[in-house]
T-cell receptor
Framework: NAGVTQTPKFQVLKTGQSMTLQCAQD?????MYWYRQDPGMGLRLIYY???????DKGEVPNGYNVSRLNKREFSLRLESAAPSQTSVYFC?????????????FGPGTRLTVL | TQLLEQSPQFLSIQEGENLTVYCNSS?????LQWYRQEPGEGPVLLVT?????EVKKLKRLTFQFGDARKDSSLHITAAQPGDTGLYLC??????????FGSGTRLLVRP
């Protein structure tokens, strides 16, 4: 089992360019998440999908869109990248939407916006 | 404003020393988790605590959830270089979304 995979690992964009970050999990998990990690700020939730067919905003959704393509895949799209979106992006999944919410993380995508 | 405050932010110790990392909040959480993150990788779950006052042990790591479920601590006995990493606490509230602390960066010197 690969767990949670993310592509690409690294990306450099110019301001205004668009891109999609891909995430897939092979654990048959129902819930999936996108976070960004910035120095000194821990992980902040961008969007989440509690179950296939649903998506909701997290703490910092502005400038992003998501698609829950199927149970396995959850993509994050930047329509017009800005330097403030330079960060490390992590995708995560959990078995189901419960108070325990134990999450499994991918290796991250390091994005730089010039 | 960080809902979950971790302290210290950075800790550098010698191999064999003991240490404690704290995770504090003014809010009540239904559960609290600890993750460890190594450079270039995603966080990995260490433990989940659910009951106020609960203590869990994972080899040389001891995790405690405060009686009021507002705070937690992680104690490492006889730290080893392999313990080096970023330790993150994360709390779940009624919405089930996790709120992460800013982390404690631990360096254990050989």
């Amino acid at each position: 089992n690969a767990g949670v995979t993310q592509t690409p690992k690294f990306q450099v964009l110019k301001t205004g360019q668009s891109m999609t970050l891909q995430c897939a999990q092979d654990m048959n998990h129902n819930s999936m998440y996108w976070y960004r990690q910035d120095p000194g700020m821990g992980l902040r939730l961008i969007y989440y999908s509690a179950s296939e067919g649903t998506t909701d905003k997290g703490e910092v959704p502005n400038g992003y869109n998501v698609s829950r393509l199927n149970k396995r895949e959850f993509s994050l799209r930047l329509e017009s990248a800005a330097p403030s979106q330079t960060s490390v992006y992590f995708c995560a999944s959990s078995e189901r939407w419960t108070e325990y919410n134990e999450q499994f993380f991918g290796p991250g995508t390091r994005l730089t916006v010039l | 404003t960080q809902l979950l405050e971790q302290s210290p932010q950075f800790l550098s110790i010698q191999e064999g020393e003991n240490l404690t990392v704290y995770c504090n909040s003014s809010s009540v959480f239904s559960s609290l988790q600890w993750y460890r993150q190594e450079p270039g990788e995603g966080p990995v779950l260490l433990v989940t605590v659910v009951t106020g006052g609960e203590v869990k042990k994972l080899k040389r790591l001891t995790f405690q959830f405060g009686d009021a479920r507002k705070d937690s601590s992680l104690h490492i006995t006889a730290a080893q270089p392999g313990d080096t990493g970023l330790y993150l606490c994360a709390g779940a509230r009624s919405s089930y979304k996790l709120i992460f602390g800013s982390g404690t960066r631990l360096l254990v010197r050989p």
